[in-house]
């Protein structure tokens, strides 16, 4: 079957440096996505990588390796409105999206 | 508009009614995904539309769900017969649906009560 891990909750400071993880094992492989839902709203684009590395992007980073089915998130110099979920997606071979249930992440002062 | 717009944003049935959500996706975007998200829960395919394709109806959760989109551009998902357990945020996004374009848009969403 087709799964997308991440954690379920975490907790940073803020000004803080925070990575959030990502794994996934699906049917085919055609890029991932990282995308922000503050609460109560819908999901914002962040990142899209389909090449391994690190796609830097402002305060936002992101890294894949498709060997290890593995991603991560970077947030850096946190600040208070980073607070929201923060959703793992893979598309797949047939270009669907399968998404992960989402990282809380609760920034404290 | 410049983004995909939902209506209506909130929906209160009581259970059995029917129910229409609409979805108007960013002009010229050729794919358009329906999906259901529980309070704290990750987002659940419905269905994908994709130009002139037959859609994707694999995600739908029931007989009581369809969708039909008109010209290529608006979307309607029909829930008959509503159940409790159809309470959810149903959210519509659309994209270019073409190579290096499939960054979905996504729009504001309905939330749909059913009493």
């Known amino acids: 079957g087709q799964n997308i891990d991440q954690p379920t909750e975490m907790t940073a400071t803020e000004g803080a440096i925070v990575q959030i993880n990502c794994t996934y094992q699906t049917s085919g492989f055609n890029g991932l996505f990282w995308y922000q839902q503050h609460a109560g709203e819908a999901p914002t684009f962040l990142s899209y990588n389909v090449l391994d590395g690190l796609e830097e992007k402002g305060r936002f980073s992101s890294f894949l390796s498709r060997s290890k089915g593995y991603s991560y998130l970077l947030l850096k110099e946190l600040q208070m409105k980073d607070s929201a979920s923060y959703l793992c997606a893979v598309m797949d071979s047939n270009y669907q999206l399968i998404w992960g249930a989402g990282t809380k992440l609760i920034i404290k002062p | 508009g410049a983004g995909v717009s939902q209506s209506p944003s909130n929906k209160v049935t009581e259970k059995g009614k029917d129910v229409e959500l609409r979805c108007d996706p960013i002009s010229g975007h050729t794919a358009l995904y329906w999906y259901r998200q529980s309070l704290g829960q990750g987002l659940e395919f419905l269905i994908y539309f994709q130009g002139n394709s037959a859609p994707d109806k694999s995600g739908l959760p029931s007989d009581r769900f369809s969708a039909e989109r008109t010209g290529g551009s608006v979307s309607t998902l029909t829930i008959q017969r509503t159940q409790q357990e159809d309470s959810a945020v149903y959210l519509c996004?659309?994209?270019?649906?073409?190579?290096?374009?499939?960054?979905?848009?996504f729009g504001p969403g309905t939330r749909l009560t059913v009493l």
């Open positions: 996004a659309s994209s270019f649906g073409t190579s290096g374009s499939y960054e979905q848009f």
